[in-house]
């Protein structure tokens, strides 16, 4: 469903990407690790064509997504779903109004069938009582749920999270995760997940992909990559490599 081919991106002369190859089959569920900085969320935007590569390709299910335009782009991203770290609600807009948002804009649904289907999506990630509330009035949980509620209203084939769980607590970080696992067995998207929740995410993916110095560095099951004698990946499992924040 997703192939990058040698992916490389810079910024302000600062090269970010060096050659990042990956491949997720359909129904696959693969978590991005690495250290802070090396380019986990460049490489989102690359495939929900927010960004374009300075050098390679990124196909999305046998488009290249660099080489897309107008028209041809939309189509492609209307079925991919992107949760982003800050959330991205209408503060102006109830819970209700923010998951109705992109069904009004870009269907042509009735008001019927669009309460019917944010209802639901309210209902599968447990916000049926709080539709009529702000974003304002929300935990930053409760806020997550929301934006993930108006990701999959569209029921999506591809979804890409970007730090779902960053500022939460650990408990509602794992609630986040479990609700994405269970999310995923019922509507089967390839997703991709860039987080630091570790070892928590490894039970819920099919595959692990770590980013080192702007390339893919090892690719394996949860099981390989915890049991793997690479000393980077051991080191940074058990979270002791630390280092300040440039890009990510």
Do not use: C, W
């Not at 090269?15 to 969320?41: A, F, T």
């Not at 009735?110 to 447990?126: A, F, N, P, T």
């Not at 999270?161 to 970080?173: C, N, R, V």
């Not at 980077?232 to 990510?248: D, L, N, W």
């Amino acid at each position: 469903m997703i192939e990058i081919e040698d992916l490389h991106k810079s910024f302000d002369g600062s090269q970010v990407l060096k050659g990042v190859s990956l491949s997720i089959e359909k129904g696959e569920i693969l978590v991005l690790i690495g250290r802070s900085g090396y380019g986990k969320s460049v490489i989102l935007k690359h495939i929900a064509g927010l960004m374009r590569p300075d050098k390679g390709h990124v196909v999305v299910d046998g488009k290249d997504i660099g080489k897309l335009r107008g028209k041809a782009l939309s189509q492609l991203r209307s079925r991919l779903g992107f949760l982003f770290q800050g959330n991205a609600l209408f503060g102006s807009m109830t819970v209700f109004e923010n998951v109705a948002f992109p069904l009004r804009e870009k269907t042509k649904l009735s008001m019927k069938e669009i309460r019917e289907r944010v209802l639901y999506e309210l209902d599968q990630v447990g916000l049926s009582e709080a539709e009529k509330k702000y974003p304002s009035q929300l935990s930053g949980g409760m806020q997550k749920r929301t934006a993930l509620a108006r990701e999959l209203v569209f029921e999506p084939e591809i979804m890409l999270f970007d730090e779902p769980t960053t500022g939460l607590d650990p408990i509602i970080g794992h609630t986040i995760l479990n609700l994405i696992d269970s999310l995923h067995k019922r509507l089967n998207f390839t997703g991709i997940i860039v987080t630091h929740e570790i070892p928590r995410v490894f039970e819920i993916v099919n595959k692990v992909a770590m980013l080192n110095k702007g390339v893919i560095l090892v690719v394996g099951s949860p099981e390989d990559i915890v049991s793997s004698e690479d000393p980077i990946v051991r080191q940074f499992i058990r979270g002791e490599v630390e280092g300040p924040i440039s890009y990510r």
